[in-house]
């Protein structure tokens, strides 16, 4: 029964560790425990309280859970995503003995173990240095059981809604507005929630709760799931002439519609943008009115993270394509990058909206500002991701010199924004991050038509 | 008039130590079915794509139609066809809209008209709307060869074009073939398949393990009463 599960968890290895080689692959739980540190380090009693940080910690796992926890949509494209085709055990059930269901709960055991040593551990790891050394004493398994129960909670929790959602998208969406909606009693009660509760007064009962009500979530998930592996032969009608003619602007017109087409008729679609976008955009705009950076606008800082999660829809736009599907056709890498830079700038002009629907709670006042803050960040981390990462960000955020690499670059430019946000030399860096930007993306599109095409 | 379609020259190709392609030259001129032989893992794929663009040689030059394939890898591209070895059509297109894609790619006009054709000629009209991840590999086959010949390349490099393709449209596409250098065109295509060599092409090259064994005229093996196979399997053993 566990040989399942053993492949997986090798199989996973050993793919992250061809492409980046064992050293590297191994050293970037190393960078998240150096980065906790750094983080805990500096900003514990000088900015924020234990308390205020270890929630945020909890917050900052929550949101992992929610974003990747999308499970039941995404279904065998989340495990092609990180597998490819030649998968592998996870698509065995084609020609093994096994059924669907238990690879699938095996899949998610998997990414939970895969999460727990990657992410939770070394980072718990590097906060818990950094307090010991400033003479703060928290227990150890206490802090790493919380959040790694409020991390399986927020991905059960997210797993089930992206699960009801291929049964009823009207339902989900529902939930999902009356959320936004009640976000402030929401939150208001987050300490209700069983998994910190047991952080702030450590006792069975809350554990037994917590463990609980995750479980009952993602077994009722893996046992609505449908991962469909039936060639359905489904028949569309031929949406690129209608798009190209509503994107007829650009250059890259048939592109975009390729990139749009991909999106709207991959497992998700709509849901995607739900997970990766709506739903951390809303816990931001909790963890924010917290109220621990005192000294920064509150709209403006809102608006910096804003562009550095919508960064992450690159991921989502560049994830059907390989550049061996285009190496035989006359077109330069560089060209395909320009035209996922355009689909993102349409996708992520949402959040414009987003923000001025922020500026009515927050303060119309700050609204010009708050819009440059977030053009001005989100082109930058874009930028640095396509010349880190060119078309694969997905599989390259593994590697940790190119992970180290994109925190160092990208990170100060926030903390510099925010710092300055209250400041005239804000409209300055903006600009100036905006024109980095700009050359960097000049520079990357040389670079990847250098490259020689590997994948 | 340039005669000589593809002249390489010492093309060698390193993956780290391993020697994938060794110093092969070849010169084929217009005209020619050519095709290139090879037991598996011989090289044909990769001096394809050096010929193409694709790849760059670690040494050793290219020209094809007169372009230094080198140099200008994109401009090759826009001239010839290219069947991969690997049908791996974007995802959740259509056939009927990947054809339309290329089309675009490589800014035809008429591109129903041409589209049209090749679904008709190929005979998979009914599979337009499915998309490419769902095709049978067959199907996806011909949509590759659709994609090579829809903007009528004088130069098309094909690789191992014939595998899925059922008895009926092998047919069907080997008269297209050899009507197709009628005309002036030229086929440079990769295979193992020794029957089809032998029965469609003009010339052929053997290789193993990335290096020129022979190259000649099908003809002159014929009137040395050889079969291929007999020949291929003498000449790769050795
Ligand atoms: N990107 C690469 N990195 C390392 N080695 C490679 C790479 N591409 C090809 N090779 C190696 O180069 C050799 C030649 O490969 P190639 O694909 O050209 O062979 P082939 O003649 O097309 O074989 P087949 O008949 O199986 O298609 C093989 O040994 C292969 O493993
Ligand atoms: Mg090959």
């Known amino acids: 029964m566990f040989e399942t599960l053993f492949g997986m968890v090798k199989e996973e290895w050993r793919i992250h560790s061809s492409l980046f080689g064992n050293f590297l692959f191994a050293s970037f739980p190393l960078i998240i425990l150096a980065f906790s540190f750094l983080l805990s380090f500096y900003t514990l009693n000088n900015i924020i309280t234990l308390n205020k940080l270890l929630l945020i910690y909890h917050c900052i796992f929550i949101l992992v859970g929610l974003s990747v926890g999308a499970f039941g949509i995404l279904g065998r494209e989340a495990m092609n995503r990180r597998f490819g085709h030649a998968s592998l055990i996870a698509f065995s059930s084609r020609t093994l003995p096994l059924s669907e269901k238990f690879i699938f709960l095996n899949f998610f055991i998997k990414d939970l173990i895969y999460y727990f040593i990657l992410w939770i551990l070394p980072f718990v790891a590097g906060a818990y240095i950094a307090f010991t050394i400033k003479n703060v004493y928290v227990n150890f398994f206490v802090i790493i059981a919380s959040i790694f129960m409020s991390f399986l909670a927020s991905l059960s929790f997210s797993f089930f809604l992206s699960t009801i959602y291929i049964y009823s998208k009207k339902l989900v969406i529902a939930v999902i507005f009356s959320i936004i909606l009640l976000s402030k009693y929401v939150f208001h009660y987050i300490e209700m929630l069983p998994s910190i509760s047991f952080m702030l007064k450590p006792s069975l009962e809350n554990l037994i709760y917590s463990l609980l009500i995750s479980c009952l979530l993602s077994l009722t998930s893996v046992n609505l799931l449908k991962v469909d592996y039936a060639e359905n032969k489904k028949r569309y009608k031929n949406m690129v002439i209608s798009l190209e003619k509503f994107l007829r602007f650009s250059r890259y017109k048939d592109f975009i519609a390729k990139d749009f087409i991909d999106l709207n008729r991959s497992e998700g679609g709509l849901a995607k943008l739900i997970f990766s976008l709506i739903l951390p955009t809303i816990l931001i705009w909790f963890i924010l009115s917290l109220n621990f950076i005192p000294f920064a606008d509150f709209l403006i800082v809102f608006a910096i993270m804003l562009g550095a999660i919508s960064s992450s829809t690159y991921n989502w736009i560049t994830e059907f394509d390989v550049f061996s599907s285009y190496s035989f056709l006359p077109i330069k890498v560089s060209s395909i990058i320009k035209s996922k830079i355009a689909t993102y700038s349409i996708i992520n002009s949402l959040c414009f909206i987003i923000l001025f629907i922020a500026s009515i709670k927050a303060g119309l006042s700050n609204l010009i500002p708050s819009l440059m803050a977030f053009a001005s960040v989100s082109s930058y981390v874009l930028a640095m991701n396509i010349y880190l990462t060119g078309l694969h960000p997905n599989i390259l955020l593994y590697n940790s010199k190119i992970l180290i690499q994109y925190l160092l670059l990208t990170s100060p430019i926030l903390l510099i924004l925010m710092f300055s946000s209250k400041s005239i030399l804000f409209y300055f860096f903006v600009l100036a991050v905006l024109a980095i930007a700009y050359l960097i993306i000049k520079k990357s599109l040389e670079k990847w038509d250098k490259e020689e095409i590997v994948f | ?238």
Not at chain 2, 40 to 58: A, E, F, H, R, V
Not at chain 2, 115 to 136: G, H
Not at chain 2, 165 to 170: K, S, V
């Open chain 2, 1 to 238: 008039m340039i005669d000589i379609v593809i002249s390489a020259n010492n093309l060698t190709k390193k993956f780290g130590n391993f020697i994938a392609v060794n110093n092969l030259s070849l010169e084929i001129k217009k005209g020619e079915l050519f095709g290139l032989l090879g037991p598996n893992g011989s090289g044909k794929t990769t001096t394809i794509k050096m010929m193409t663009g694709q790849l760059k040689p670690t040494s050793g030059s290219v020209d094809v139609l007169g372009v230094d394939a080198i140099a200008q890898p994109i401009r090759v591209r826009e001239i010839v066809g290219i069947i991969p070895e690997q049908e791996s059509p974007p995802s959740f297109l259509t056939a009927e809209e990947y054809l339309h894609f290329v089309a675009k790619i490589r800014k035809l006009d008429n591109i129903e008209e041409k589209c049209d054709y090749w679904f008709d000629f190929l005979e998979f009209e009914d599979q337009r709307q499915i998309l490419c991840k769902d095709l049978s590999r067959g199907t996806r086959q011909k949509l590759m060869f659709a994609q090579a010949f829809l903007h009528e390349p004088k130069l098309a490099f094909i690789d191992e074009p014939l595998i899925n393709l059922d008895p009926i449209i092998q047919r069907k596409v080997k008269d297209y073939l050899l009507g197709y250098v009628k005309k002036g065109g030229t086929i440079f295509f990769s295979t193992h398949v020794l029957e089809i060599a032998e029965e469609i092409c003009t010339q052929i090259a053997i290789i193993d393990k990335g290096k020129l064994l022979y190259q000649g005229r099908i003809k002159d093996l014929k009137k040395k009463r050889q079969t291929l196979e007999n020949f291929f399997l003498k000449l790769v053993k050795e």
